[in-house]
């Protein structure tokens, strides 16, 4: 079905974004990172869908060991969406994977300090409560 409506439409935003869930949910992440480019590219930051590609890509970018591109999405949608905190949360991942340590714990205090953000950039629990002492406490020190 979404096949079809990207054959009509082929540039369409929202439809790419659903194409690359799709991938997704069948771990397929580079078919779902090419879909989500295309997405990117058409993207407008004001439509409700927009957050979810920031985070999923980055989350692609990240299982496909491409940290540093997963930091480069992570620094955008930060600047578009400052109250982020799960994408500042997964930023701590991140660096904490790639022994960026202090960066880490920068990341995971900020997300603290953001606390738990508002409903349309909350996609996972506690990372502006207890996760970040979590990472902190298991994976730092």
Known sequence: MIQKMLDK??????????????????????????????????????????????YRMAVCYNILNEQENSLKIINEALIYYPGFTDIEYLRGIIYTL??????????????????????????????GTILPYIEMRSNIF
């Open 98 to 127: 790639l022994k960026r340590y202090t960066l880490a714990i920068d990341s995971f205090n900020k997300c603290i300090t953001m606390g738990v953000p508002e409903q349309n950039l909350s996609f996972s629990k506690n990372t």
């Open 9 to 54: 439409d082929p540039n369409n935003g929202f439809n790419l974004f659903n194409m690359g869930n799709e991938y997704m949910s069948k771990n397929d992440y580079t078919n779902a990172i090419n879909f989500y480019k295309k997405s990117y590219d058409n993207k407008d930051i004001k439509l409700g869908y927009c957050p979810h590609l920031f």
